[in-house]
């Protein structure tokens, strides 16, 4: 008899979650048999969106940290989280860069998987303003009310913000209220990137997790457990013309978070000069 794709079969999974992840995480996860139960962990200690509390470990850390906390708060061997990073990107910061992490913890198993998903369509936006002018542009623009929005004081301060409006009465009194008490009369809006005020980190999210459950329903061929997946990169693919080397992956590395198994396999065809240092500098 052949063995299930995964041992799971209906098994509990804990999310740490208050900001609705379960919508796009659940489903993916029922795919491979692990019933999301959602956990109302407070995850601001993990760091924050809106920045009050910084980060501490790096996105992978934090995720992992998040998955141990839900699954010990909910007395279950699996959790499951997710962690998302948004800001300029590296090489081009015009662009906004989210990236998504999800990652799974099965203590039972000894497992521990991360998978991941990146975007550049990420809704990010801010505007100063006052009692009066007219925000219907910035609104259409950023597609509120189903994106989110943060009112903060326009002199800079720090102390006082309104997050999560998804209301035209919540923004008006918003801004009313955190203008008079803004030394220069003024707000800056800005868009609440937290998932459940944000479709387009939601989108990213969403595909994270479905190469999480894709992953999951891999298993090792070495000791059979799931989760078998890529591990790393090897850039290097010569180049078609000249022979140097290029960043495109000349192999990937997969393997297994349990037993340590690993499986290279190189890529066989060459690069395109296009893609060559020195053919088309
Ligand atoms: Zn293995
Ligand atoms: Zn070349």
Not at 24 to 53: K, N, Q, S, Y
Not at 71 to 77: D, I, K, N, P
Not at 210 to 221: E, G, K, Y
């Amino acid at each position: 008899m052949e063995a299930p794709i995964t041992p799971w079969n209906g098994a509990p999974v804990a999310l740490a979650t208050r900001h609705g992840k379960e919508r796009e995480i659940a489903p993916p996860l029922l795919g491979v048999g692990l019933v999301t139960h959602v956990v109302a962990l407070d995850t601001d200690r993990f760091g924050t969106f809106t920045g009050e509390v910084p980060r501490q470990g790096s996105a992978r850390e934090t995720v992992l940290a998040k998955a141990r906390a839900g699954l010990v708060a909910a007395g279950f061997s699996r959790g499951v989280a997710s962690e998302g990073t948004l800001g300029p990107y590296p090489d081009l910061p015009v662009l906004t860069y989210d990236h998504e992490l999800v990652g799974f913890v099965d203590v039972e198993l000894g497992l521990v998987v991360v998978e991941e998903a990146m975007s550049f369509e990420t809704v990010v936006a801010s505007i100063r303003s006052r009692v009066g002018d007219d925000l219907g542009r910035f609104l259409r623009h950023i597609d509120f009310p189903a994106q989110g929005l943060i009112v903060r004081r326009g002199d800079g301060d720090l102390g006082e913000l309104v997050k999560g409006i998804v209301t035209l009465e919540q923004l008006n009194d918003a801004l009313a209220r955190i203008s008079g008490i803004s030394t220069d009369g003024e707000v800056v809006i800005e868009t609440d990137q937290r998932a459940h005020l944000c479709p387009t980190r939601r989108t990213v999210i969403r595909e994270a997790a479905v190469r999480l459950a894709q992953r999951l329903a891999r298993r090792c061929p070495s000791c059979s457990c799931p989760g078998f997946g890529l591990l790393e990169h090897e850039p290097g693919l010569p180049c078609q013309a000249c022979g140097a080397e290029t960043s495109l992956d000349r192999a990937v590395v997969e393997g297994c978070s349990r037993c340590g198994e690993r499986v290279r396999t190189p890529i066989t065809s060459l690069a395109d000069p296009m893609q060559c240092a020195f053919c088309n500098p």
